[in-house]
């Protein structure tokens, strides 16, 4: 009987506080989906309020404009005059420290090696030129037409060089926007176990000269290395790959992403006569790259050409070691020297036989 009793309270209280979880389940998803209604109707209000504040002001300088130079215009207000002779010459003012920092950042990226080539040429010049003129031509419209001829001029000139500068970045174009000239720079690449160490150089190009100076790692008994180039590396494991080893040979390999995985094949390897393996030794790679065929040197030595014709866009240029997984080894110090990276259309170099 007291089992009874007691098995039946039991139950009761357990069927009564699945009862509560069950309204407090029910009543949380009520509040928490009413909240998120709450807060995407807030989100919609404020997207529609501050649309409807910029297009009131828009409009409101707009008028603002247009009523102030009439009267400056017939001589009735003296101030308005001021006020846009004031605002264009500042905007003329921008131009001119705009021109002076093309021509700084000009001085900076100033190579003597380097030979003569358009100053437009370059994507990034174009754009801070165009936008140069932009602030230019707002000035004087601000001055000659009026506030509506300046806005309209300086706000489509604007959306043209964003778009220029914005496509590209997003992956809209083929090339990313950047430097094309890299070093020469020395440093050092200190391996982890089980990863490619890299060096990136922030240029991105489709046809490119690489080079570099490579001192041979100290690595234990039974242990090797190896250092090259990944370059038209267009992401995460989305590159090729061209190295020497310590047993004297060259490697290409391409790496890419297929359905999440990733995939690695070597696509060429050959034996390297001159390559210096000694402990401290050092090794000068340079790699050509034109459209699709590559030519690698190996201590001022042509080693072999390359078929690259499995990818032939953009990409970053980077050093590498630890290329082959079993000689990224922990620890492991890689020094180089003398890394340079620019268009082989730029360095006017012939494509030659090895």
């Known amino acids: 009987m007291v089992n009874r009793l007691l098995t039946g309270f039991f139950s009761g209280i357990i069927s009564g506080l699945a009862s509560i979880g069950r309204f407090l389940e029910r009543f949380s998803y009520a509040l928490l989906h009413g909240l ?83 100053f437009v040429d370059q994507p990034l010049h174009a754009y801070l030129i165009s936008l140069f003129i932009s602030f230019f031509l707002w000035g004087f419209l601000f001055i000659f037409a009026g506030a509506e001829a300046g806005q309209a001029a300086f706000g489509a000139s604007v959306f043209v060089v964003a778009q220029g500068i914005l496509t590209p970045l997003i992956g809209g174009g083929s090339e990313k926007l950047g430097p094309t000239y890299y070093g020469p720079s020395a440093g050092k690449l200190t391996l982890q176990a089980n990863q490619v160490a890299t060096r990136s150089s922030g240029v991105y190009l489709a046809d490119l000269e690489v080079s570099a100076t490579f001192t041979n790692p100290q690595v234990g008994l039974g242990k090797g290395w190896d250092y090259g180039f990944c370059f038209r590396d267009t992401g995460p494991n989305a590159e090729y790959r061209v190295w020497v080893a310590y047993s004297g040979h060259w490697y290409l390999g391409f790496m890419e992403e297929v359905n999440s995985k990733r995939q690695f094949v070597c696509l060429a390897n050959g034996v390297i006569a001159n390559l210096d393996v000694s402990n401290g030794g050092s090794n000068t790679v340079r790699l050509l790259v034109s459209d699709k065929i590559g030519f690698l040197w190996v201590n001022g030595v042509a080693v072999t050409d390359l078929d690259l014709s499995r990818k032939t866009t953009h990409g970053d240029v980077c050093l590498a070691s630890g290329i082959d997984l079993e000689n990224a080894v922990e620890g492991v110090v890689v020094t180089y020297k003398d890394f340079r990276v620019a268009p082989l259309e730029v360095l006017g170099t012939q494509k030659p036989r090895p």
């Open 36 to 118: 998120i209604n709450v807060l995407e109707n807030l989100g919609r209000a404020l997207r529609n309020l501050s649309r409807a504040m910029a297009n009131y002001l828009f409009d409101l300088m707009i008028a603002g404009g247009r009523f102030s130079w009439a009267l400056g215009k017939v001589g009735l207000f003296f101030i308005p005059t001021v006020v846009f002779l004031g605002i264009g010459s500042g905007w003329i003012l921008l131009g001119i420290g705009w021109a002076l920092f093309i021509v700084a950042i000009g001085i900076a990226n100033y190579r003597p090696q380097k030979p003569s080539k358009s």
